[in-house]
């Protein structure tokens, strides 16, 4: 365990080095002044100047670069321009919507993708599994950002039963939540469903069914448990791609959280924040494939995380 935990930090640092990297090129090399967006147009030469070297962006590249990577490890992004704090302060600030709408998203997703996988997986090829399976393809090949604005239309202006917009009560958040949620829905049935049909034909079931056990002690004792496996590696995999796909969801629905604030600091070329906010989302995305191989190796003891021999 040691080794693999080792391994993958080691892994993790890389690939956060990389992220940070990937983030400084394409925002200094991307068009446009973050100086001239800051001070607007009517601004004079020397006060773009001005505004330029106290933000160092007339140094050497190179120079800019080592420095911004130290301030990365101090987790220190400088001052946004925009909100006039610290830019790790803004995005914290906002990261508890998002982790919020994520994670409601998440149980969501997990709920009702388990239970189509076990209505389509205990008779596979019947009608049900047939109908099931037609139905997660399509909810898969819906965009998100599109049901969202059907969600707008339907249940916020012509029902009028739901908030269109903004947060600060339950109601809010329900219909980012089950947006975000859709895609996820579709992948936790498909993978549930196939592990689900698997197990139902494996040895040990049929033991089980010989001693006399319920179909409902068969399935949440011997297959569920073989079958959550995969599920857990997707839900740690995808719960990084949510957080992703909040940034769209979050723009759509107004959500105050991060996807939203990222957005607006893109579009202001405010760099302390988007760079903060990127790292943030790469820490969690890495967290969160760490600790679903843990999980996967606490449910499933064939998976060895021990050094090789």
């Known amino acids: 365990m040691t080794y693999y935990l080792v391994k993958r930090l080691a892994i993790g640092l890389l690939t956060i080095w990389g992220v940070v990297t990937a983030v400084f090129v394409v925002i200094r090399f991307a068009p446009g002044d973050q100086a001239t967006v800051a001070l607007g147009p009517d601004a004079t030469v020397e006060q773009v100047?001005?505004?330029r070297h106290s933000l160092g962006l007339d140094r050497p590249l190179l120079v800019q670069y080592f420095s911004?990577?130290?301030?990365?490890?101090?987790?220190?992004?400088?001052?946004?321009?925009?909100y006039g704090r610290p830019a790790m302060q803004a995005v914290l600030e906002r990261f508890p919507a998002t982790v919020t709408?994520?994670?409601?998203?998440?149980?969501?997703?997990?709920?009702?993708?388990?239970?189509?996988?076990?209505?389509?997986?205990?008779?596979?090829?019947?009608?049900?599994?047939?109908?099931v399976s037609t139905f997660t393809l399509g909810l898969q090949a819906v965009p998100p950002?599109?049901?969202?604005?059907?969600?707008?239309l339907v249940f916020a202006l012509q029902f009028r039963m739901l908030p269109s917009a903004g947060g600060g009560s339950p109601a809010h958040l329900v219909l980012p939540a089950v947006t975000l949620s859709i895609p996820f829905t579709a992948l936790v049935a498909r993978i549930s469903r196939s592990g689900i049909a698997e197990a139902m034909g494996e040895a040990y079931v049929q033991t089980a069914r010989s001693k006399g056990l319920t179909e409902r002690s068969v399935l949440s004792?011997?297959?569920?448990k073989n079958s959550l496996?995969?599920?857990?590696?997707?839900?740690?995999?995808?719960?990084?791609?949510?957080l992703g796909?909040?940034?769209v969801i979050e723009t759509v629905f107004a959500w105050p959280g991060l996807g939203s604030l990222l957005v607006s600091a893109v579009g202001n070329r405010d760099f302390a924040v988007?760079?903060?906010?990127?790292?943030?989302?790469?820490?969690?995305v890495i967290v969160l494939n760490l600790t679903a191989d843990i999980v996967n190796a606490k449910l499933d003891p064939r998976i060895r995380l021990e050094a090789p021999r």
């Open 145 to 152: 950002f599109w049901v969202g604005i059907m969600f707008i």
């Open 245 to 247: 796909g909040a940034v």
């Open 101 to 131: 709408l994520t994670l409601t998203a998440t149980v969501i997703a997990l709920i009702a993708g388990l239970l189509l996988g076990v209505l389509a997986g205990q008779r596979p090829g019947s009608l049900l599994d047939r109908a």
């Open 274 to 284: 988007v760079q903060a906010a990127t790292v943030l989302i790469a820490l969690c």
């Open 221 to 224: 004792g011997h297959v569920l």
């Open 49 to 51: 100047e001005a505004l």
């Open 68 to 82: 911004y990577l130290g301030d990365v490890a101090a987790l220190d992004f400088g001052e946004s321009y925009r």
């Open 229 to 242: 496996i995969p599920v857990v590696t997707v839900v740690g995999l995808q719960l990084g791609n949510l």
